[in-house]
């Protein structure tokens, strides 16, 4: 039988939009519209496998319902310009996938809608329609069901004959009835005033139609509905007739033209590969087709290695399928270079006297992608990678930090070179991915490592007419290979002490619970909302701060903003740190312990942040929260692997405000570095224009919030939230600042114009961060953009400092030979294990390299402390 599927075009990109954060391809064309368009249509043709289908769009603003009522819809907001721009590529994506799509003058989209799907009933077909708008409701009969999205695009609310019933009570073509009486304020259709939708259905149960219940007035009770309902007669009757969806459009599209045509995978390919779209692609039907417009290639596939199969230089793809890599699972190995492609499985590589030869032989260039993930998995079978001078990662990265996926297909995508496909199509999604046969997977790694191979050369041209290539070679690079040490080495831990801290915590909570349940009254769970609410806002009379649909918010800034109205609030914020600390960060530890090295092998994520931070995942070493005592002494599990070494801490003194100050050239700020003075008490004297004696702590305070809020984009509601003050108090201490350092606010001012004339900002070594929405015309996007201009340069800047200072600290170990170890990278601190004979040298080395990296006009300062635990190094 012949299944009709229609959507309303305009209303699914409208909900797309909104429900997607604005995302935007590397050309900064918008995209998320298109993207959550296109998920809902390739669920749609999945789910109903329709015969026939079309998209109907809104062809203009006004239609023939306008002669009728001048104001129809005239309340709604234009159409955002980040929406309207991408509705063309809406209609190309329909083009690509050859399905139709039409609209008509004077018409909606919802005319066209009703026509088609009374002519497919007609024809005896059954019809389904996807909208995000109530009115198309009407439509439904035993034929036809109307899909209503209800979160985002793909959650769907399914509507028949019988589920109208249930909901309304009333039957589909009641519904402009409905509308009649009660109006829609989203398309400005006035109703009757006072009646709402409870009102209009009791009515319509009794009366059945608006007609009915304008000739029965005299028999409905209550004297102020009659009057309204007789004020408003010609209104009740007009916004029926705006409802009405009109079923007989003369369409130039006839429904036997509309078929489902098979589309060409190769262009709905290149088209998702623009609009980066990665995630897409093994969603298209037939996606093995892709292999099919892949270019062709030749390799072997070989279980015994030679020495003229390791060439220099080579492609090196080591590929290991886990997000925690810290073991032995390698699924296979490819090396391509000028005279050869191949590849090895796991065995034959780590047996052969040849490959480990040639992979720790540091004079034998290699290219890789992520080269800290294979030099990791290669240790594990005793292998030292060495001699790697490009990743295609840590290039991509650099090149454009903002991009979605930095996968080698994604890279070799945007360099229009189509030589491999996706993990997904190969692999299979999440909990489906599993390892394919030999021959799918040696072709995949082969193409993997010649994709890798051949792009070397663009990526590198990129980098350098981005006059990044120097923060390639001299930082990056290097660095990727100290972050694979690191990783190998791990943080030993002391399960015990670890152990022990966890019991201390659980009697805190339960001197905490106990605690909370005197000041309560009453025993509940003190870890539902639901239950806390009423104990807090009605037993014990707190003012509601805020509600939700469940009840009483209990979150943290709720509770931070009643701390000092009851003595439990403390109480309870200190319980749910506390437990955080028990679930978190001590059973997640003790989980993540590995079992052969009783050691934590942390994950640094060197190309994910736009700032060009460090992250830590797997588990992150670097939020371990300190405030908190408790917090604080977590860090005493964490000790040397060597006996009688200690851990020793080297810590940037406010290097982002030392960055700020050396950016902005601002002589006020650089004079507190320069002589040596608490910046923060020196911001006091100059906001406040008092002495240095006569600095409060609260002026010291103040100052301090917003020293570091310039740092992070400073907003006036920010500090208010931050110093517990009205905004115009907070925005009158900013203008302030911004007037004892002038310096600071034309910095401000000439970055923000700087990022809207390139589209981007940089750091003082070339790192580059892109902001197409400096130019939005909606005030939040362009407002945070601004902002992100303004903190870029500084928070970019500080993290290649710590970065540059890895790889400063790194070379002076190895020159002088010692035997200390960088462990951990913490924001701007550093973390090594040294044994007791080198803890001078490492006191004075680590200091001075540090405090040397990077010449600023004031001077960095390194604060260094060394103990048994890393707790005590602090």
Known sequence: MSKLVLIDGNSIAYRAFFALPLLNNQKGVYTNAVYGFTTMLLKVLEEEDPSHILVAFDAGKTTFRHETFDEYKSGRQKTPSELSEQLPLIRETLDAFQISHTELANYEADDIIGTLSKQAEAEGWDVRVYTGDKDLLQLVSDKTTVALTKKGVTNIESY?????????????????????????????????????????????????????????????????????????????????????????????????????????????????????????????????????????????????????????????????????????????????????????????????????????????????????????????????LKGVTHDALIASYLIDPSVSSHSVTDIASRQQKNIVHSDEAVYGKGAKQKKPEDPDLAEHLVRKGEAVFTLKPRLEEELKNNEQFQLFTELEMPLTLILGEMETTGV????????????????????????????????????????????????????????????????????????????????????????????????????????????????????????????????????????????????????????????????????????????????????????????????????????????TSNMRRTAKAVNFGIVYGISDYGLSQ?????????????????????????????????????????TLLNRRRYLPEITSKNFNRRSFAERTAMNTPIQGTAADIIKQAMVDVNEALNNQNLHSRLLLQVHDELIFEVPEEEIDTMKELVSSVMEKTMQLDVPLEVEVSYGPTWYDAK
């Open 492 to 695: 030993k831990v002391d399960k015990q002490q670890l152990e022990k801290i966890g019991t201390e915590l659980d009697e805190k909570l339960d001197q905490l619970q106990s605690d909370i349940y005197e000041l309560a009254g009453t025993e509940f769970n003190i870890n539902s909302p639901k239950q806390l609410g009423p104990i807090l806002f009605e037993k014990l009379d707190l003012p509601v701060i805020k509600k939700t649909k469940t009840g009483y918010s209990t979150s943290a800034d709720v509770l931070e903003k009643l701390e000092d109205k009851h003595d439990i609030i403390p109480k309870l914020l200190l319980y749910r740190q506390v437990s955080k600390l028990k679930s978190t960060y001590i059973e997640g530890l003790l989980k993540v312990i590995h079992p052969d090295t009783n050691k934590i092998h942390t994950m640094f994520n060197q190309a994910i942040t736009q700032t060009g931070r460090l992250s830590s995942t797997e588990p992150n070493l670097q939020n371990i929260p300190i405030r908190l005592e408790e917090g604080r002494r977590i860090r005493k599990a964490f000790i040397s692997a060597e006996p009688g070494w200690s851990i020793l801490a080297a810590d940037y003194s406010q290097i982002e405000l030392r960055v700020l100050a050396h950016i902005a050239k601002d002589e006020g700020l650089m004079e507190a570095f320069q002589k040596n003075m608490d910046v923060h008490t020196k911001t006091a004297m100059d906001v406040f224009h008092v002495d240095e004696d006569d600095v």
């Open 160 to 384: 028949d004959v019988a589920a109208i019933d249930e909901k309304y009570g009333i039957k589909p073509a009641q519904i402009v009835d409905m509308k009649g009486l009660m109006g829609d304020s989203s398309d400005n259709i006035p109703g009757v005033p006072g009646i709402g939708e409870k009102t209009a259905l009791k009515l319509l149960k009794e009366y059945d139609s608006v007609e009915n219940v304008l000739d029965s007035i005299e028999h409905i009770s209550g004297k102020k509905m009659k009057e309204r309902l007789t004020e408003h007669k010609k209104q009740a009757l007009m916004s029926k007739e705006l409802a009405v969806i009109y079923r007989d459009v003369p369409l130039q599209v006839a429904i036997e033209e509309i078929k489902r045509r098979s589309y060409d995978t190769k262009q709905l390919s290149e088209l998702f590969k623009e609009l980066e779209f990665q995630s897409l692609l093994g969603s298209i039907d037939g996606a093995e087709n892709e292999k099919e417009s892949l270019e062709d290639i030749s390799f072997e596939a070989v279980d015994t290695l030679s020495e003229d199969m390791l060439k220099s230089p080579s492609a090196l793809m080591v590929e290991v399928p886990h997000e925690n890599y810290h073991h032995a699972d390698i699924w296979g190995i490819s090396v391509v270079h000028e005279d050869g492609r191949y590849y090895f499985p796991l065995e034959a590589a780590v047996k052969s006297d040849a490959f480990r030869k040639w992979a720790q032989d540091a004079s034998k260039e290699k290219y890789t992608f992520d080269t800290k993930r294979a030099m990791v998995a290669l240790g594990w079978h005793g292998i030292t």
């Open 722 to 762: 931050s110093l517990g003050i009205t905004r115009k108090e907070a925005q009158e201490f900013i203008d302030r600042y911004l007037a004892s350092y002038p310096n600071v606010k034309e910095y401000m001012d000439d970055i923000k114009e700087e990022a809207r004339e390139k589209g981007y900002v940089t």
